[in-house]
């Protein structure tokens, strides 16, 4: 059993993931109305994967006996000037989301909560890498700056992305 206190962070924490995936949504709109439909392709798959992570925190809400309370979700920046400009912005999101998670660890290492710490652990472990994916794509679009041709490379190269394992119901 996990705290009132713990929980209300939990719920709280979970409206942020399903803000991630409305921002990621909004950005692979604005993706594909510059043209970037791969780029637009990946962004959609970040939004299922962004659903996972809620998925994650409503499940263990469940588990641990808790409501799972669902609150309006913010409106998500639709303006963004370019690619780089989306995954910059993406990035800068993700780190909010780290620090988030740190609370959390911090709020349930407190409460002396191990089941809580041992199930945001695997979140931990993930915003390295959503961090550090970003991250590579925003070097990539620095590097690239204004050449049309790299520009349509990596937008083909990101149309490959396939659907977050969990998506797949596997
Ligand atoms: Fe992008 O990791 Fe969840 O929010």
Do not use: C
Not at 22 to 32: H, I, N, V
Not at 45 to 72: C, P, T, W
Not at 119 to 136: I, K, N, P, S, Y
């Amino acid at each position: 059993m996990i705290s009132e206190n713990m929980a209300a962070a939990l719920n709280k924490h979970q409206n942020l993931e399903i803000f991630s995936s409305y921002l990621y949504l909004s950005m692979a709109f604005r993706a594909d109305h510059m043209g970037l439909k791969g780029i637009a392709h990946w962004l959609h798959m970040q939004v299922r994967e962004e659903l996972v992570h809620v998925e994650k925190f409503s499940s263990y809400l469940l588990d641990q006996g808790q409501e799972v309370v669902l609150d309006a979700i913010e409106k998500p920046q639709a303006e963004f000037k370019s690619a780089l400009d989306i995954y910059e912005s993406a990035l800068e999101h993700e780190k909010l989301i780290t620090a988030k998670v740190n609370d959390l660890v911090t709020l349930a290492s407190e409460e002396r909560d191990h089941a809580t710490v041992g199930m945001l652990q695997w979140f931990v472990t993930e915003q390295v890498e959503e961090e550090a994916t970003f991250g590579d794509i925003v070097q990539k679009l620095k590097l690239i700056g204004s050449d049309g041709s790299g520009l349509f490379m990596l937008d083909k190269e990101l149309s490959a992305r396939p659907l977050p394992a969990l998506a797949q119901g596997a």
